[in-house]
T-cell receptor, first 110, second 115 residues
Framework: DGGITQSPKYLFRKEGQNVTLSCEQN?????MYWYRQDPGQGLRLIYY???????QKGDIAEGYSVSREKKESFPLTVTSAQKNPTAFYLC?????????FGPGTRLTVL | DQQVKQNSPSLSVQEGRISILNCDYT??????FLWYKKYPAEGPTFLIS?????DKNEDGRFTVFLNKSAKHLSLHIVPSQPGDSAVYFC??????????????FGKGTLLTVNP
């Protein structure tokens, strides 16, 4: 089946630790995206990549980093510099039509 | 500054009736609009889209209307079903600028369809 996978579904980390969220797609899409969702805030764009080895900051990139070494993979690292990392993180990919979303990862920083 | 606005945080309708979800935008460069549906703790799923060259697009029970002069679009669901209860996000993009399909989302409207 074609789709987007994010792992794990739930993730807990201690404050001050970096954590990497996984996103893999087998849709052969060039573009991939990372969003975070907070209650009442909708979806806010963190980073996006339109092609391998290239990525751009979104609206709320501070405290996050990404890499795009393979077309299928777009991991997101939440660093200790992110002041409020607890959120629901969504990965998406797109070809020439709409974006398709993964199931999300709920990150809780204790 | 919010470029895509969904001014109603929630909407409650009776099963079988029409649900109308509204969305306003401020960026006149937006030329492609989408609606997504989202259940709690899941990723959004695409519902329907419309290009700025059209004023209406229909897919089964879902119809999206676009009023470019008012910078307003709406999603109509007829008839509404309890399974339609979810958060609905409006999104917009500037496609005429090339291959950038970056989306700007509204904050969402929680639709509750009562049996």
């Amino acid at each position: 089946d074609g789709g987007i996978t994010q792992s794990p579904k739930y993730l807990f980390r201690k404050e001050g630790q970096n954590v990497t969220l996984s996103c893999e797609q087998n849709l052969n899409h060039d573009a991939m995206y990372w969003y975070r969702q907070d209650p009442g805030q909708g979806l806010r764009l963190i980073y996006y990549s339109q092609i391998v080895n290239d990525f751009q900051k979104g609206d709320i990139a501070e405290g996050y980093s990404v890499s795009r070494e393979k077309k299928e993979s777009f991991p997101l690292t939440v660093t200790s510099a992110q002041k409020n990392p607890t959120a629901f993180y969504l990965c998406a990919s797109s070809g020439r039509t709409e974006q398709f979303f993964g199931p999300g990862t709920r990150l809780t920083v204790l | 500054d919010q470029q895509v606005k969904q001014n109603s945080p929630s909407l409650s309708v009776q099963e079988g009736r029409i649900s109308i979800l509204n969305c306003d935008y401020t960026n006149s460069m937006f030329d492609y609009f989408l609606w997504y549906k989202k259940y709690p703790a899941e990723g959004p799923t695409f519902l329907i889209s419309i290009s700025s060259i059209k004023d209406k697009n229909e897919d089964g029970r879902f119809t999206v209307f676009l009023n470019k002069s008012a910078k307003h679009l709406s999603l109509h669901i007829v008839p509404s079903q309890p399974g339609d209860s979810a958060v609905y996000f409006c999104a917009a993009s500037e496609r005429s600028g090339g291959s950038n399909y970056k989306l700007t989302f509204g904050k969402g409207t929680l639709l509750t369809v009562n049996p």
